[in-house]
């Protein structure tokens, strides 16, 4: 945004990169409120072309709604060392919530 090359920025070939002016001005003039589109859709098909807001759209897309999944998995983590189990190392703790959670993971393949 000042004026600093990153690395990270791939452009294509031959294509001036816009500032982000350009790119919020393309952007409201490539929504259309009649047409229905998929929210992830629209950021795979523009993500180079719109690659400053894309970059803010993927930091801020992946925070969720409810902070419901994080307080459920401390309560979980305060079962698992209980009392009874006070012996368990971190990375056993770690292991054993992973382990619950594993039918999430095979949804993510």
């Given at each position: 945004?000042?004026?600093?090359?990153?690395?990270?920025?791939?452009?294509l070939p031959?294509?001036?990169?816009w500032s982000i002016d350009e790119e919020?001005?393309?952007y409201m003039s490539s929504?259309?409120?009649s047409k229905k589109i998929k929210f992830s859709?629209?950021?795979?098909?523009?993500?180079?072309?719109?690659?400053?807001?894309?970059?803010?759209?993927r930091r801020v897309s992946i925070i969720p709604a409810s902070s419901?999944?994080?307080e459920s998995t401390f309560s979980i983590a305060g079962y698992i060392r209980r009392k009874?189990?006070?012996?368990l190392s971190a990375n056993a703790i770690r292991y054993s919530?992973?382990?619950?959670?594993?039918?999430?993971?095979?949804?993510?393949?």
């Open positions: 945004l000042c004026g600093i090359s990153s690395s990270s920025d791939q452009t031959g294509k001036k990169v919020i001005g393309f929504i259309n409120i859709h629209y950021w795979s098909d523009y993500e180079h072309r719109l690659s400053l807001m894309s970059g803010v759209v419901v999944p994080c009874e189990r006070c012996s919530l992973v382990l619950k959670d594993s039918h999430k993971l095979e949804l993510l393949r």
